[in-house]
């Protein structure tokens, strides 16, 4: 039901953009996460929008370089990923879900994911 692309090998400064796009559910209904997760270590939160899209939350690490945004009416959420560093290499997994605020960063609270895309910054 969540479809995330836009991945692939770039140099460290450089930028890429992230989709994700949902299918099957009331895609305003819910909130998006973006997650990261590097081979054997855990699942971390990276970005995530509210269902109306006037939120938006950042983890420290990606403040001022990242952005998150979402079209509803293309049932889409994009990760824009500028300045990017060796440190953002990772899978990357888009996720819906319900979560109070103080539980966005959770990746529990999320019900549906996608199959993740690949980042991977060269120094």
């Known amino acids: 039901q969540l479809q995330a692309s836009g991945g692939g090998l770039v140099q460290a400064g450089g930028s890429l953009r992230l989709s994700c796009v949902a299918s099957?559910?009331?895609?305003?209904?819910?909130?998006i996460g973006w997650f990261r997760q590097v081979s054997g270590k855990e699942r971390e939160f990276v970005a995530a929008i509210r269902a109306s899209g006037g939120n938006t939350y950042y983890t420290d690490s990606v403040k001022g370089r990242f952005t998150i945004s979402r079209d509803n009416r293309q049932n889409t959420v994009y990760l824009q990923m500028n300045s990017l560093k060796p440190e953002d290499t990772a899978e990357y997994y888009c996720a819906a879900g319900r979560p109070i605020l103080s539980s966005l960063v959770n990746k529990d609270a999320y019900y549906y994911w996608g199959q993740g895309t690949l980042v991977t910054v060269s120094s």
């Open positions: 099957g559910l009331s895609f305003d209904d819910y909130a």
